[in-house]
């Protein structure tokens, strides 16, 4: 098939380069032209394991385009795909915007039967919308609005999309319903057909469930810490019950990333234009802030009433998860400014998103290894679960740290591995780890060593 692809950003540049990879014939569109080059060159704009070797290959065989003309790429598209952003309002509420003037767009350059496609994020009621778009710039030139909403996973969505386990196509004909089926067919994925309302909302309310869980785990595990049970076993017995299942059922610091945080505040924001107010969500979205503020409050506890003024804190990971640079609503930002008011400074590193991450956190500073990051460091929080550091040496990090604590916000390592060891080791809903007869009022000059105080 040949197909016309808006937009190079997560979506629209993996769906694209997916869909070459199984043999269509795509064309990628972005009205940035210095993208559009690095494209070409095979270098990608965001960070996906194995997105460059598919981009370098796929063009070489001549399956995948770039370019910054829109109506040349959709001339002799059957498809069209809108995958541009819809970031939030001030309110909460998605920003159609990019969407508008896409759709305005294709209308202009319409001159023969197409179906435009929309894989971007919408509110309900949106592919009305941009079919109304079109017609008004398109005069009486026949085309048809589908949804193909997309679930995929960052750091692993050339797998998710390769591997898909539902294509969920939301159509107003048989014409469109046979050319996205036909489009789907390599992948060879269980297709549910519904119309465009139920499409849309498919897409909120899948994110919106497994935002609700990780939440309610995080509540277990918040629990879990005053009862002294342990929430790594509590969500494996959950996860046996298949009712249940055991994906995102690990306790930590809560999601991040450029789709629950939006998605959440915008499925809000539409219950309450359709008249009616969401319970559960507004819920998931406070436990998910407060999960953050609790981190900051074990390092501060792990100090006693020193305060964390003056403290070196080691920051270990700040992507909002491994295998990605994105930083969108990640919990680094909103934990290390928060170590950060406590007069606490910080050293952060994380394999692959400093150099995004400087834009955020512009008064970090930033090492080339975990090793610099936490030699001399009164304390280390782990933020993200980079294979790096569940892989690090442990007896290495303790003779690094001028103090051995360690506040785990991704049960990265065992309980009793790290008593065994000498720390003081505070994670997410398991038994918290105290050395007897210490207590560590830190130090403020970086590269110092251990203080310690016999408690009376």
Known sequence: MKICIVGTGYVGLVSGVCYSEVGHYVTCVDKDMKKVDQLKQGRSPIYEPGIEELLVSNQQKGRLHFTDNLAEAMREAELIVIAVGTPA???GSANLSFIEAVAKEIGTHLTSYKVIVTKSTVPVGTGQKIKSWIQDYCGKMAFDVASNPEFLREGSAIYDTMNMERAVLGVESKRAEDLLVELHRPFDTKIVITDLATSEMSKYASNAFLATKISFINEVANVCEQLDADVTKVAEVMGLDPRIGTAFLGAGI???GSCFPKDTQAFIQMGERAGYSLKIVPAVEKVNFEQRERLVQKVERAFGGAGL???QIAVLGLAFKPNTDDMRAAPARDIIPMLMSAGANVVAYD???MKEAASYLPHVTFSES???AV?????????????????LNLEELKQELASPIVIDGRNLFEPQVMKDLGFYYDSIGRMKIELEG???EGTSNRGSRLHRQKLS
Do not use: H, L, Q
């Open 351 to 353: 394999p692959i998103a």
């Open 89 to 91: 309002n001030k309110d």
């Open 309 to 311: 003024k003056g403290k």
């Open 438 to 440: 210490e207590s560590y």
């Open 254 to 256: 809560g999601y991040g």
């Open 370 to 372: 975990w090793r610099e």
């Open 375 to 391: 030699r001399g460091a009164d304390a280390v929080m782990f933020i993200t679960d980079w294979k790096e550091f569940k892989e």
